[in-house]
């Protein structure tokens, strides 16, 4: 019997950046004189080690990690998405550890793709490979894949949930990436706001959705401008030889 070939598609931004900022440590040189240090041996090491868990742990035959590349084509869609996080600064090692991932450990960065996308395009696209997801961002549930949140377990996204969980995000937006969704509505209110949708097809849903936007004074140029910075592209969103997004729509 034909078994499939069982690759893993790790977050890698989130994996890094949680090592490198948990490696920093303020070091007091006496007369007021502080600094942050960290060991990129270190970090790498336990970077190999969480890497080599995962694939243990869900008995992966191969596996790649996915990193965001410096351009983002949300930036286009929305000129102030994560403008938020421009004045935060990043873990010391946090781009030396890239350049390791890149070197041992199968980086995949597209260009103008977040590590979101090419996790969602690689989990959507026809391929003969069992291809698991394996990242602790709730975004991941807005794609129809296997996923697996700690490193042991795998949980099966049906298309229909991830649909409806992607609309949910676009009516409640998200605070740390810069884009509001519908001012003071959270999770427990859009979960409100849609429950009796539930068993609704994507295009239904997409028409609840902007009739909500609506009701609150939005326009539906607004309702599909969240929704496209929401969306984590699929497989047929993304031309890998030019770099192009072909933006959500219905």
Not at 24 to 30: A, S
């Amino acid at each position: 019997m034909y078994k499939k070939k069982k690759v893993l598609v790790i977050d890698g931004d989130i994996l890094a950046y949680q090592i490198a900022t948990n490696n920093e440590q303020p070091i007091n040189w006496g007369d007021g004189l502080w600094t942050l240090h960290a060991e990129l041996p270190t970090c790498n090491a336990q970077l190999d080690a969480v890497i080599d868990d995962l694939g243990s742990g869900l008995s992966a035959d191969e596996y790649v990690v996915a990193l965001t590349d410096r351009n983002n084509f949300r930036k286009d869609v929305l000129p102030t998405y994560k403008s938020n996080r421009k004045e935060k600064r990043k873990p010391i090692v946090l781009n030396a550890m890239r350049e390791h991932i890149m070197e041992k450990h199968n980086g995949v960065m597209w260009a103008n793709l977040e590590a979101d996308d090419v996790m969602g395009i690689m989990a959507t696209e026809p391929s003969d490979e069992e291809r698991i997801l394996v990242s602790v961002d709730k975004d991941m549930r807005t794609i129809p894949c296997n996923l697996s949140q700690d490193g042991m377990t795998v949980e099966q996204i049906p298309e229909k949930i991830a649909n409806y969980n992607f609309m949910l995000q676009t009516i409640m937006g998200d605070k740390t990436d810069g884009y509001d969704g519908i001012d003071g509505v959270g999770i427990k209110t859009a979960e409100k706001l849609l429950l009796k949708y539930t068993n609704c097809t994507l295009p239904d849903l997409w028409k609840v959705v902007k009739g909500i936007y609506k009701e609150k004074g939005y326009t539906q140029k607004e309702a599909l401008q969240q929704a496209r910075v929401a969306h984590i592209l699929r497989h047929g969103e993304y031309n890998k030889k030019t770099g192009k997004v072909k933006l959500w729509t219905i």
